[in-house]
């Protein structure tokens, strides 16, 4: 009896594996999530509604290769397999046994997961949702929403950075070195630089750079660097974002004050006000990342740099879609303690080279951002 227990078991691990037969993967008929699930449970599964599920399978339609063969996966299965990853972050477990979805091995998952990525990170696709303002209008519309709810005037954005856990590169591979992937918290990451709305919408993403870079590197190396200098060389010096002590004080992104001030005056409540503004950023990490579970710190990338970067790009695009579409957030329990990958070490270290470079030279761009901070705070920030 027993052994008539295993070999039923064994068959059905065959059968989840995806077994061969006669060179052809035999079909497991999944059943139609579409039908089958109410809205509510779509979304905690796919993270999308199913009217913007179908309408991103539509839109990825000429960026997927179609199948050609009876057996090939549909467009259809290899988007849904791909949302149902970025969700979870789980292969096997989740995917494999899921009745919804006719892909059962690993390998087959990984592809979905790279064709769909590499599907979002298309210029076409990834620029129509990815997309710092370059005129006016959309200046002021940004200005006006993080005035409206936080009364900070000239907010454009927020800009912070987070950590995304990678599988280790290889300790050989040049182009990508395993040491320079460990991040403060001694673990390996790829190092996001997210810049957000006041709605948490995402106005830019960079992922390219290893966990152990710092902050004001990525953005010294930034688009929007040079965009943000470029407007305010034009005399145009009422737009900026908001940055912790990690970022360099500028006219174009003010930072707080030390924490060496007079209660009561306009410097702290311009901090305070800095603070509950910059609290976007936060709270935009954490909605992407509690949408897209494979983003966490213990679901781990097991991809190359590369690979990763796009998966991340891939979820920003989706976590606009949720954001323009008013997609209600996922209603599901956490199986781990959440990390949200926020590296806030070294801004007080950040603080001292500057104050040290103060003291070899004067910085203009920095003493103009010193003078355009207190002007904010003794003009806007004073308590009633």
């Not at 059905?12 to 809205?39: C, D, K, S, T």
């Not at 057996?71 to 299965?77: E, F, N, R």
């Not at 990390?339 to 070294?346: C, H, L, Q, W, Y």
Request: glycine share 4%; net charge neutral.
């Amino acid at each position: 009896m027993d052994e008539l227990v295993q070999i039923l078991e064994i068959e059905h691990l065959e059968n989840l594996e995806g077994q061969v037969e006669h060179g052809r993967r035999l079909r497991r008929n999944p059943r139609n999530p579409f039908a089958e699930l109410n809205e509510r449970q779509f979304i905690n599964m796919f993270r999308l509604t199913k009217q913007l599920t179908q309408y991103l399978i539509n839109i990825l339609q000429p960026f997927l290769t179609p199948p050609l063969r009876a057996t090939d996966l549909s467009i259809q299965t290899k988007v849904l397999t791909a949302l149902r990853f970025f969700a979870s972050g789980s292969y096997r477990l989740d995917i494999g046994t899921n009745k919804y979805l006719d892909v059962s091995q690993q390998p087959s998952v990984s592809r979905c997961v790279n064709e769909v990525a590499s599907a979002l990170n298309d210029p076409q696709i990834f620029n129509g949702y990815i997309k710092f303002p370059n005129n006016f209008e959309d200046l002021n519309r940004l200005r006006q929403g993080f005035y409206d709810k936080h009364g900070f005037p000239g907010v454009i954005g927020c800009i912070d950075c987070t950590h995304v856990a990678i599988f280790p590169p290889k300790s050989d591979d040049p182009s990508y070195p395993e040491h320079l992937y460990v991040n403060r918290k001694n673990y390996h990451s790829v190092k996001v630089q997210l810049i957000c709305d006041s709605n948490l919408k995402i106005l830019n993403v960079n992922a390219k750079f290893p966990g152990s870079t710092h902050d004001s590197y990525i953005w010294s190396r930034s688009n929007v660097q040079t965009f943000m200098q470029d407007l305010h060389s034009h005399d145009h010096k009422d737009y900026f974002l908001l940055g912790d002590s990690g970022y360099p004080l500028r006219t174009w992104i003010l930072t707080p004050f030390s924490e060496n001030v007079q209660p009561n005056s306009p410097e702290q409540n311009f901090n305070e006000i800095h603070k509950n503004t910059r609290v976007k950023i936060e709270c935009c990490n954490g909605v992407l990342k509690m949408r897209f579970r494979c983003l966490l710190k213990h679901r781990v990338l097991h991809y190359t740099p590369p690979v990763c970067c796009k998966i991340i790009n891939a979820c920003a695009v989706l976590h606009n879609l949720c954001i323009e579409h008013n997609v209600p957030e996922p209603n599901e329990p956490l199986d781990a303690e959440v990390d949200f990958g926020v590296d806030d070490n070294g801004i007080e270290e950040n603080e001292e080279i500057q104050n040290q470079n103060i003291c070899r030279r004067i910085n203009p761009d920095l003493a103009d951002g010193k003078r355009k901070r207190l002007e904010i705070a003794r003009r806007f920030m004073r308590r009633p």
